[in-house]
């Protein structure tokens, strides 16, 4: 199967939205699985333990790919999505947030409006996020630590 | 000053010491800050979100230089102290976990008496690990992104 994602743009979008994400005091972290056995594009924590979910749309083909992007709202407390500079960005839902973004850095165009995920699942996600992110540290640092 | 700290002796323990850690599904994380003002040297969560501190003494005056090793235990709920295999572990307090470790792995020879952390606290530990871990992995994915 031909992937719909242009994944060199996909690479230039989390990067430039990574670097804009650290400039709004969210630490972020890329691919991570969440409880419904979907995988966020980024999960980003902010220093008040607010939880951010952001998209990565390469292209109008992949977003009317993705006829679940909803599911993601209950996962966090604001969803957003990131797009390069020329995307039609008037076929997104109007009920997100949006960021702009080449691989050098990003924009805040829009501000998600937020809808606080229950305390339960945001430990969930806070301790799935700490260990993910320990975990690929470690693997950077010590490439000979056993990984199943 | 002269560091009483053996850097490459304490290096070799935390490799080791980690390499372990995840063998008991434990994800770790190096350095961390705790609201105390102080820094463990290992911060370790597990997957039901149990935090381990494990602290690396490189020798004994190492050891006998840190008068203040128990104002960890309050930000975990288990406490250790991890070493090479020569160190005389005889002159380490009975009521942590210890592990033996060098640079390829470690074990655990005594298991830690545990003490649970406030949920505030733990949340509070589990949120600064999980931003400080995905600061240092972006820093090592994206060098050119900004640090303060």
């Given at each position: 199967a031909v992937s719909i994602r242009d994944d060199a743009r996909a690479r230039a979008i989390l990067r430039g939205t990574q670097r804009l994400l650290r400039s709004l005091n969210f630490e972020s972290l890329s691919e991570v699985s969440l409880g419904n056995g979907r995988r966020a594009d980024i999960l980003a924590l902010a220093h008040d333990g607010k939880a951010w979910i952001v998209e990565i749309k390469s292209s109008i083909a992949d977003f009317h790919a993705?006829?679940?992007?909803?599911?993601?709202?209950?996962?966090?407390d604001a969803l957003l999505f990131a797009v390069a500079?020329?995307?039609?960005?008037?076929?997104?839902?109007?009920d997100t947030g949006l960021i702009l973004a080449d691989a050098y850095g990003g924009e805040l165009v829009r501000d998600p409006p937020s809808h606080p995920v229950s305390p339960a699942r945001r430990k969930a996600l806070t301790l799935s996020f700490a260990r993910t992110a320990a975990m690929r540290l470690l693997a950077q640092v010590d490439p000979g630590v056993k990984m199943e």
């Open positions: 993705d006829q679940k992007w909803h599911e993601y709202r209950e996962y966090c500079p020329d995307f039609p960005v008037e076929v997104l839902p109007a």
